[in-house]
């Protein structure tokens, strides 16, 4: 049996009334996430020009990418059932925006750290954006897992590329730590950037795995 047909069958043996629990569940956690990283991206991209540092806007930036993310699985979720998509096509309509959403992260940060450690560029300290990432690290590896129960719940290989990004921000969370904790109390200025293209190495690779994948399946 194709993966397609996997997933079609799967979907069709499920109770539509169990069925539209998961889908209303997944939704809370997505308008959640969504809200949760449109405050980080607001704090993370505030504090990261304040202080100069690329890995504090990077941090901002992929709160935006997940932000972008949450949007995509809330119109997938939405269009469960729609005459106009069936649901193999907006699994893989959706998991394709979030890889191209990767990509454009990557990108950006990435060439933004390695002009920063061309010109030796000297960060500020951030006491905002060092709290913006412990409160991260607390939040973000708990609505991971609530993602990835929901994304096998609903047998969504969406809704798992979204955890991922989830569990990601988890990661990023930890470089921009390290660079910014570096970077105050030893004066690693190199720390922030080094940082930085950590987070671009992690959302490249994320984009690379999500458009190549052919398994639109959480198993």
């Not at 990432?133 to 609505?143: F, I, K, R």
């Amino acid at each position: 049996m194709s993966v397609e047909s996997h997933a079609h069958q799967h979907h069709a043996d499920m109770d539509p009334v169990t069925r539209a629990e998961h889908v209303r569940n997944g939704l809370r956690l997505e308008y959640f996430s969504l809200a949760w990283t449109l405050v980080e991206m607001v704090v993370g991209v505030a504090a990261g020009i304040a202080a100069g540092s690329v890995a504090l806007m990077g941090f901002g930036l992929d709160s935006v990418v997940e932000s972008s993310s949450g949007g995509i699985l809330i119109w997938r979720l939405r269009n469960e059932g729609s005459e106009r998509w069936d649901v193999e096509s907006i699994e893989r309509r959706a998991v394709r925006l979030v890889a191209v959403a990767f990509w454009a992260l990557a990108a950006y940060v990435g060439v933004k750290a390695i002009v920063d450690l061309a010109v030796q560029n000297h960060p500020e300290e951030s006491v905002a954006g060092i709290a913006l990432a412990v409160v991260s690290l607390v939040v973000m590896p708990v609505l991971a897992a609530r993602k990835r129960a929901a994304a096998r719940d609903l047998d969504s290989r969406a809704m798992h590329a979204d955890s991922s990004q989830t569990s990601l921000c988890t990661y990023i969370s930890a470089f921009l730590l390290v660079g910014l904790i570096g970077n105050a109390a030893l004066g690693w200025w190199w720390a922030d950037p080094v940082a930085g293209l950590a987070i671009a190495g992690l959302a490249a690779k994320e984009g690379y795995e999500l458009w190549t994948t052919e398994d639109f399946c959480a198993h």
